[in-house]
């Protein structure tokens, strides 16, 4: 199963949601920091409009996914906060991926 190390969890949101860029299209919403102190970290989050825990905790599960199978292509000198919306709560891991990176190439933070 994958999990983040330590170093990598972003546990301070509030910075990132607060003095980040957010960009956003129809599957998702995500943040970026470039900040030094915060560099190569990333949350994720789905919040209760989404629906029950069990709803909540999938779009997380396909936002860690889709970032695990491209968090080589994404620069490290940024803090990242991935939001899912509606629209992926019966998506399958494929529109997750594209919508992610889609947005990492509007931010311009792939390699």
């Given at each position: 199963?994958?999990?983040?190390?330590?170093?990598?969890?972003?546990?301070d949101?509030?910075?990132?949601?607060?003095?980040?860029?957010?960009?956003?299209?129809?599957?998702?919403?995500?943040?970026?920091?470039?900040?030094?102190?915060?560099?190569?970290?990333?949350?994720?989050?789905?919040?209760?409009?989404?629906?029950?825990?069990?709803?909540?905790?999938?779009?997380?599960?396909?936002?860690?996914?889709a970032?695990?199978?491209?968090?080589?292509?994404?620069?490290?000198?940024?803090?990242?906060?991935?939001?899912?919306?509606?629209?992926?709560?019966?998506?399958?891991?494929?529109?997750?991926?594209?919508?992610?990176?889609?947005?990492?190439?509007?931010?311009?933070?792939?390699?």
């Open positions: 199963m994958f999990e983040l190390s330590r170093n990598e969890i972003l546990r949101f509030k910075i990132v949601h607060a003095q980040g860029k957010s960009f956003a299209n129809r599957d998702l919403v995500v943040y970026i920091l470039r900040d030094e102190k915060f560099a190569g970290k990333v949350g994720f989050a789905a919040g209760k409009k989404l629906g029950n825990a069990v709803t909540r905790n999938r779009v997380r599960r396909l936002l860690r996914e970032y695990r199978l491209n968090k080589n292509k994404i620069s490290k000198d940024c803090a990242i906060i991935l939001v899912g919306r509606k629209s992926l709560i019966d998506a399958k891991v494929d529109v997750a991926i594209k919508a992610f990176l889609e947005i990492c190439k509007r931010a311009k933070i792939l390699l």
